[in-house]
């Protein structure tokens, strides 16, 4: 197998799609069949049931394979979680639901303890966990019932993920890096977006926390593409880290190698375009976004136009004596926890005119922000209030 970037280092990948696409196979698939044995595999919805029975018809196997859904058959499914797991509300009803998403967490940290390098000697190469919902749950029911060893604060303001989750998220694919694994694939299902408390009628995006998308080096939408007659979807490039880097006389060229569309998504087409490139000027047939499609990418991320307009709103508008009497009477999020309090409310509204004031650019105050606070949860809201 040629070398390429997407082979170098530690990385995240992050592969999305709706059912039945082809998010798994491509998961699957992403080392040649004659390293398969270097693949660890979460499985939480038996989605590589048809992989397991092909690669048993040539003698093949992964590394390692867990079916969670086997031992933990009683949790909520994919599509409960899909509707719980929204704007960082918690994703259990009560306490025996949350125990059991604790335990299936545990299971999967200790299944990685005891399996992923035995005898400290590194084995496999590839971690996949298909898909993340579940996870994620349990990561935020284990936080909840363990604020003081997470270093939580307060739910409000969606802490619970920005002071509880993220750090533990970021700290499990650290983990698993410093056992062996240089790529770590994860797949995640669609969910309807949510604004003001109701569904967003005819919309889709990725599920999964947005982190990942900050974290990932390549993050992919499968999507179903009528013309392939192998019937491999296509892939929307959400995100990607594997620019090439040169040097033209004294001077670096940095030449992004992807097209936004992937007319023909598999890791050998995937390969090819890092090794050979892509025209971004004069695109192939199957390269060029649809309307429909770009629409879904422009909503996958808060939209800078969005966070221009909060940071433009309060270098004009507002003065701090202002912004406490307007927080004071509006909360910046509608269903906020009873434990929010004025005070909080006004620490978020001195770190939007702090931060407006110091002449960051518009992407280092998004990261300020959600590095500090849950902003993909508060932010539609705050601009509301600035407003």
């Known amino acids: 197998m040629d070398k390429t970037n997407l ?3 530690n990385q995240l990948i992050v592969i999305t799609g709706g059912r039945g696409i082809g ?16 693949v660890f595999y979460h499985d939480s919805e038996d989605s590589a049931n048809n992989i397991l029975a092909g690669l048993e018809s040539l003698n093949l196997s992964f590394g390692h394979y867990n079916s969670l859904r086997q031992r933990f058959g009683d949790l909520p499914g994919e599509d409960d ?26 299971y999967i940290l200790d299944d990685l303890k005891t399996n992923l390098n035995p ?16 996870l994620e749950a349990g990561m935020a029911a284990w936080v909840t019932a363990n604020k003081r060893s997470a270093g939580v604060t307060t739910e409000a303001f969606g802490k619970l993920w920005s002071e509880g989750v993220f750090p533990l998220y970021e700290q499990f694919l650290s983990a698993i890096h410093a056992r062996g694994i240089q790529t770590i694939i994860l797949t995640s299902h669609l969910k309807t977006p949510w604004e003001s408390n109701r569904p967003v009628t005819g919309k889709v995006v990725p599920s999964g926390k947005k982190l990942l998308y900050y974290l990932s080096r390549l993050m992919i939408w499968v999507v179903r593409e009528q013309k392939n007659p192998s019937g491999a979807p296509a892939g929307l490039v959400l995100k ?24 023909i998504c ?77 005070a909080e409310r006004n620490e978020f509204a001195k770190t939007v005119v702090s931060l407006s004031k110091n002449g960051l ?27």
């Open 7 to 9: 082979d170098y280092g």
């Open 23 to 38: 998010k798994t196979q491509l998961a699957a698939t992403y080392l040649p069949p004659s390293r398969v044995g270097e």
């Open 81 to 106: 979680l899909l509707s719980r797991i929204n704007d960082g509300k918690l994703p259990w009803i009560d306490n025996k639901t949350r125990n059991a998403l604790i335990d299936y967490y545990l």
């Open 119 to 134: 005898n400290g000697k590194p084995r496999y190469t590839v971690y996949v966990h298909d898909t993340i919902e579940k």
């Open 240 to 263: 990607e880290r594997l620019a090439s880097l040169n040097v033209a006389g004294d001077e670096w060229q940095v030449e992004r190698r992807l097209p936004r569309r992937i007319p």
């Open 266 to 342: 598999t890791w050998t087409n995937i390969r090819k375009y890092l090794v050979n490139g892509c025209d971004l000027i004069n695109p192939v047939d199957g390269e060029t976004l649809s309307t429909y499609e770009d629409e879904l990418i422009q909503d996958l991320a808060l939209s800078d136009k969005q966070m221009e307009l909060m940071i433009l709103e309060a270098k004009r508008d507002l003065e701090l004596a202002k912004v406490q009497s307007v927080f004071a009477t509006n909360p910046i999020i509608e269903d906020a926890e009873p434990t929010e309090s004025v």
């Open 361 to 387: 650019s518009v992407q280092e105050i998004k990261k300020e922000l959600m590095d500090k606070y849950n902003i993909e949860a508060i932010v539609p809201q705050i601009i509301k209030v600035l407003k």
